[in-house]
């Protein structure tokens, strides 16, 4: 299947395969939807799959679950090359935060935070713009893959700042300003979570800042305090960075101009110069809304009401952002889990933040229809992490491994795209690592930095994952039942990838581990359960509310997780009348 192939989804609802008329899918689309509560989506710009994303910023820091825009929030704090991973519960890194302000220089993000109206807001993919009357000025921006321009539109004279902050959670970035060049550059550090939590990644988010008008001052800052020096770094400030300071005679337009790289400043200059080569804020912005128009537009819809193909098309450019493009405009990349190694790929994007518990079951398949292209860039680059790093990861983030959430579903997204007959990527060499992580358990010292399944000596020598397991090396301890259950699939799914590829034995081995789901269901009850060691079943049961053994929802939910073999739990739960009653009661004790 060839892009700009039309593809015509089923909906329950709406009647199928025609064209919108005159509202284009991109006018449709809202960025704002999921930035309410706890959504953690935010209002990105750039291209499909970028770098960098430009992000307004109304929360100044990195700390993990604060996605970078409320919107509650009424205060801005700049605009971010944001790193987030949308709609996740993770964090932004090695990120940076540009503001434009009017008048009297502050530098902290409280005091140089200004008033916004979201009745002011424009949201595009390509395209964001904000009114801050308070500043006598309308920010607007627009974003590649890797680089961004900001123009910050004046209404009267007097003197404006450019000030950048380094978003160094743990106070060890550096920057420096070059008054003669209008440049501010700098890099971010980049630290872990979840596994190896803290530890450095071994490589930095770089930026190359560039301002088209000549600053008569500037300077580096520390939260309030405004420093004479040009350079800063390993610093003890809460909140670090640079400024511009220049004279606006009449009102006019500051143009600002961003490149960034995970490798060096060299290559954010490159980056830079190769998206933005000349100071034009429209022609970049031009170009990635036709990016965006020809993937938004290979999915039609007809019918339904325009809240409805509102919340379709935003869903589809929600899906249409991660993983992200890790590698330069030439190919360089961190090695996976390399210690500031550098790797170049040739002729194709690397990817990397794959939050694949969230994405195995739906993003990525549908991807597979929509871009099959991409998505083989996307399996060759989950196999060099694999190589890279000497086991398959799971839940790869931030060039490194994390063993975030549960299950081993590399394996499983790999499948997929072969079985679909996407198979331009290192197929052997696939399969290997798949096997790796489905039979092998790596030396303590790299299980317990994120490599390979967790518990997976218990898995094997039970058929299950007992209570008496802890699952002690995980940022989610214990959920015993949630991860047998996941294993199983994981291995009736690469039972199948082995098979197409003629390794009968071990295809026969996972396929029966594939029905290690059914040592999970209590033949009593007819609910998934925890289970002991010696075989017997955890008393008293609670079936209706979260506990140790299940992930992030309840025993009765997770009862009903064997998509590889649905015929087989109808069985087990007694039969098409019982499933269906079991199926009901889910939804009459709102238990979903």
């Given at each position: 299947?060839n892009l ?14 025609g064209?919108?008329g ?19 989506t ?18 100044s820091?990195e ?9 509650a929030d009424?205060?801005?704090?700049g ?6 991973m949308t ?23 409280e005091?140089r ?7 002011t807001?424009?949201?595009q993919?390509a ?11 309308t ?12 123009r910050?539109r004046?209404?009267?004279a007097g ?7 380094n978003n ?22 980049v630290?872990r979570i ?8 071994g ?18 800052w520390?939260d309030?305090r405004?420093?004479?020096?040009p ?9 670090m ?7 606006l ?14 490798t060096?400043?060299?290559?954010a ?15 970049l ?10 993937v ?12 409805q ?8 450019y929600?899906s ?70 000497g086991y ?15 299950g081993d ?9 072969y079985?679909?007959?996407?198979r ?5 060499s ?8 489905a039979?092998?358990?790596?030396p303590?010292?790299q ?5 390979g399944?967790?518990a ?21 301890h214990?959920?015993?039942v ?26 026969a ?6 029905s ?9 009850t007819?609910?998934?359960r ?13 079936y ?9 929802s309840n ?20 039969g ?5 009653q ?11």
């Amino acid at each position: 299947m060839n892009l700009p192939q039309r593809i015509c989804l089923l909906s329950l609802v709406l009647p199928l395969c025609g064209i919108l008329g005159a509202q284009s899918p991109y006018s449709l689309l809202d960025p704002h939807i999921g930035t309410a509560n706890e959504g953690q989506t935010v209002p990105l710009v750039g291209e499909p799959y970028a770098m960098t994303n430009w992000v307004p910023e109304t929360r100044s820091t990195e700390d993990k679950c604060i996605a970078p825009y409320y919107f509650a929030d009424t205060r801005l704090t700049g605009i971010r090359a944001s790193h987030w991973m949308t709609g996740s519960c993770t964090q932004d890194y090695g990120s940076v935060t540009l503001m434009t302000t009017f008048g009297a220089l502050h530098t902290a993000p409280e005091s140089r935070a200004i008033t916004f109206q979201h009745s002011t807001e424009v949201a595009q993919p390509a395209f964001y713009s904000v009114q801050l009357p308070d500043d006598h000025e309308t920010v607007e921006l627009t974003g590649g893959i890797r680089a961004g321009i900001l123009r910050a539109r004046y209404t009267t004279a007097g003197d404006v700042n450019l000030i950048v902050e380094n978003n160094a959670r743990f106070h060890d970035g550096w920057v420096h300003v070059d008054i003669a060049r209008g440049e501010i550059t700098g890099y971010n550090p980049v630290h872990r979570i979840y596994q190896g939590n803290g530890k450095l990644t071994g490589f930095s988010g770089y930026f190359v800042v560039q301002l088209q008008q000549r600053a008569q001052s500037d300077g580096t800052w520390c939260d309030d305090r405004i420093l004479n020096a040009p350079e800063l770094k390993d610093s003890s400030c809460k909140h670090m960075g640079a400024y511009l300071r220049l004279h606006l005679s009449a009102p006019g337009d500051l143009l600002i101009r961003t490149g960034t790289s995970f490798t060096s400043l060299e290559a954010a200059r490159s980056n830079l110069r190769a998206e933005i080569p000349a100071w034009n804020f429209e022609a970049l912005r031009t170009k990635t809304t036709r990016t965006w128009n020809n993937v938004l537009n290979t999915v039609s819809l007809e019918g339904g009401s325009a809240a409805q193909r509102r919340t379709f098309y935003t869903a589809l450019y929600h899906s249409l952002l991660l993983p992200r493009i890790a590698s330069d405009d030439d190919g360089a990349y961190p090695r996976f889990a390399g210690n500031g190694k550098i790797e170049h790929i040739a002729g194709k994007p690397y990817y990397d933040d794959f939050s694949l518990w969230d994405i195995y079951r739906a993003q990525l398949p549908l991807l597979t229809l929509l871009d099959p292209v991409r998505v083989q860039q996307m399996m060759q680059s989950l196999v060099l992490k694999g190589q890279q790093g000497g086991y398959l990861p799971i839940f790869p983030a931030w060039g490194s491994y994390t063993s975030e959430m549960i299950g081993d579903h590399t394996g499983v997204v790999i499948t997929d795209a072969y079985m679909k007959g996407l198979r331009n990527f290192d197929v052997a060499s696939a399969w290997t690592l798949i096997r790796q992580n489905a039979f092998d358990t790596p030396p303590y010292d790299q299980y317990k930095d994120g490599l390979g399944r967790r518990a997976l000596k218990s898995y094997i020598q039970y058929g299950y994952i007992p209570l008496e397991d802890p699952v002690a090396e995980a940022f989610h301890h214990g959920e015993q039942v949630s991860r047998t259950l996941e294993y199983a699939f994981d291995d009736a799914i690469i039972a199948r990838l082995a098979n197409a590829l003629g390794h009968k034995e071990d295809a026969a081995t996972l396929a029966k581990r594939g029905s290690n789901w059914k040592n999970v269901i209590d033949p009593e009850t007819k609910l998934a359960r925890g289970r002991h060691a010696d075989g017997s079943w955890i008393t008293p049961f609670v079936y209706d509310k979260w506990v140790s053994y299940i992930t992030e929802s309840n025993a009765y939910q997770y009862t009903f997780y064997v998509p590889q073999d649905v015929p087989g739990l109808i069985h087990t739960l007694g039969g098409q009348a019982a499933f269906v009653q079991k199926l009901d009661g889910l939804f009459e004790r709102k238990l979903y």
